[in-house]
C-alpha cells in the first residue's frame, strides 16, 4: 500500500471506495507528508510506545505511527471507514482499529489490557467539533500517559498555551496547564487538508505532568472557581464567585478570602495564576459553607 499523505494516494482511496465526508464527524484529512513527520517528531514517538491514535481516518497519520511506534490503536467512529483502514493498514502487524465513539470508551481499562497499566502516547487529529470534551475527559480519567500531541484549531492551541495578561488566557488555558505542559510544535495551513477546513490549525503538545504544579486541596472547589471567574470575564474576581451558580459562599466569605490572599479587592480572575487560583480555593475549602 502506498503512504497516503499526499493528494493523489488520498484522492485514489477515496474513489475506490465511493468515501463520502461526512461533516458532523469533523473529517479533514491530512495530505501533507512534511506535516505528519513534524507531529511525529512532535510527539517522541519510539519502539517502546504504545500509542492511541484516535479518529484515523483513513490511516494516513497510523501509517507513520505503526512504523515508529510498537503498538498503535486507532479509534474511529465512522464506520464506514472501517473497510478503508482494513486496506490500507494492511501491511501492519501492530495496528488493532476499534470501530468506537472515543468518548464511549473505558480508556483506563483499555490501557490496562492493551499496556499492562504502562503510560502511553495519545497522538490525534482531532475532530474539532469534540477537542475539548476529549482533552479533558482524557485527563479527568487519570489513565496513565506520558503526553497528547494534537491537531486542533490553531486559537484552541493558543488558549491552552495562554498565561495572565493574554486575552487568550482563560479556564481552558487553566485547566490544560493544571494537568500538562503545553507547547505548540507546528501551525499548520488549510491547505495540508482534504477537504480544507475553514481555520487554521496548529500542532500541540501537552506533555503530563508527573506531578500537578499547585497542591489544591479541593480539585473539584479550584474548577469551579476557575469557570466561575472566566464566566463573568467582564467582572471583578468576587461578584464572579459571588454570582456563580456552582459555588455557596456568602460575600462576606469570598471578600475576606480574597483580602487573606493578598489580592486587591477589585481583582479580576484573568489577572490570577494557576498557583494563586490554587492559594484561593484552598482558603475557602478551609470555610463552612453559611
Ligand atoms: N487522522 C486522520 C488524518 O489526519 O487524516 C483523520 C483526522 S479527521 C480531522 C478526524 C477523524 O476523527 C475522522 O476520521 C472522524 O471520523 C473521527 N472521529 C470523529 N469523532 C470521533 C469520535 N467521537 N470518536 C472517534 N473518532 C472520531
Known sequence: MATLGNPRNTIEILNKYKFVFQKKFGQNFLIDTHVLEKI??????????????????IGTMTQYLAENAREVMAV???????????????????????????????????????NAGKPIKVVANLPYYITTPIIMGIFESHVPLYSLTIMVQKEVADRMQAGPGSKDYGALSLAVQYYAKPYIAANVPPNCFMPRPNVGSAVIRLTKHEKSPVEATDEKLLFRMIRASFNQ??????????????????????????????????????????QQFAQLSNILAEMTID
Do not use: C, H, M, W
Not at 40 to 57: H, M, N, Q, S, Y
Open 40 to 57: 511525529i517528531r512532535a510527539a517522541d514517538i519510539t519502539k517502546e510506545d504504545f500509542v492511541l491514535e484516535i479518529g484515523p481516518g
Open 76 to 114: 474511529e467512529i465512522d464506520r464506514n471507514l472501517i473497510p478503508i483502514l482494513e486496506d490500507t493498514l494492511a501491511g501492519y502487524d501492530n495496528v488493532t482499529v476499534v470501530n468506537e465513539d472515543v468518548l464511549k470508551l473505558d480508556l483506563p481499562e483499555v490501557v490496562q489490557k492493551e
Open 233 to 274: 470575564r467582564r467582572k471583578t474576581l468576587a461578584n464572579g464567585l459571588k454570582n456563580s451558580q456552582e459555588l455557596s459562599y456568602s460575600k462576606e466569605q469570598i471578600e475576606s478570602a480574597i483580602e487573606k490572599a493578598g489580592f486587591p479587592p477589585a481583582v479580576r480572575g484573568e489577572a490570577l495564576t494557576l
